[in-house]
């Protein structure tokens, strides 16, 4: 299923609401912060205290953060969301860098797209989506497609598909809230990626 949040700036995603989506969509995390003139793009969080660690570091920022759950392509660092609209896969699939390119978290499936190593998101952002000459044209394009999506570029956060309020946040759905299960996270490294100060995001809107 997936689900996509987006946390307003100075808005706080609970510890317990983190750890439900996750166990809901177990296959990876990743988020992208909303600056001014520009976006970073972290992913590849395959174990939720990695995830968590980071998130801590960025609390304060707006953000656009993914949750999935693989209906196609690996379970890679990779195929995690956000995708940079690129039609270069590498590029498309960084897992941490700052753009000045659209930037677009999925939650649905694409048919037609995607096989046992590439996401349907992926192969949809490089073989169709980065082919096209605007991001008007983009949102026409992502609406026929039936899913939900957080698009974003130059100062503008657009969502596509109807989104619900949760305490705060937009999310693309609440099936994950009703999983209250129980799990043991190992052990990992606690240095975060996140050793500079974010610009502020004043400026990034929303549609």
Same mark, same amino acid.
């Given at each position: ?11 706080? $995603? =609970? %510890?317990?609401? $983190? ?15 909303? #600056?001014? @003139? ?20 960025? +609390? ?14 690996? &379970?890679?660092? %990779?195929?995690?969301?956000?995708? $940079? $609209?690129? +039609? ?19 939650? @649905? ?7 046992? !190593?590439? =996401? ?15 991001? /008007? ?9 039936? =899913? ?6 130059? @100062? ?7 989104? %619900? #309020?949760? !305490? @705060?946040?937009? &999310? ?16 990992? =490294?606690? /240095? ?6 974010? !610009? ?8």
């Amino acid at each position: 299923m997936c689900v996509i949040v987006y946390k307003p700036k100075n808005v706080k $995603i =609970s %510890e317990n609401t $983190i750890q439900d989506m996750w166990l809901s969509n177990p296959d990876g995390a990743g988020f992208v912060v909303f #600056q001014k @003139g520009k976006l970073t793009v972290s992913k590849g969080y395959l174990d939720i205290e990695s995830f968590k660690y980071d998130l801590e570091h960025v +609390k304060d920022y707006s953000l656009g953060i993914h949750f999935r759950y693989a209906t196609h392509g690996a &379970v890679t660092n %990779e195929m995690t969301h956000p995708f $940079i $609209i690129s +039609k270069d896969i590498k590029e498309a699939s960084e897992t941490f860098i700052d753009t000045d390119k659209p930037v677009l978290l999925h939650n @649905g499936i694409i048919t037609g797209f995607g096989n046992d !190593k590439i =996401s349907d998101t992926a192969d949809y952002v490089t073989n169709v989506l980065a082919h096209m000459p605007s991001i /008007q044209v983009m949102k026409k394009l992502l609406h026929t497609t039936g =899913s939900k999506y957080l698009l974003a570029h130059n @100062g503008k956060i657009h969502f596509i598909g109807k989104f %619900e #309020q949760y !305490k @705060g946040l937009q &999310v693309s759905n609440t099936y994950w809230d009703s999983s209250r299960m129980f799990a043991d996270y190992p052990s990992h =490294s606690t /240095q975060s990626r996140f050793n500079f100060n974010f !610009k502020s995001t004043k400026g990034y809107l929303c549609d």
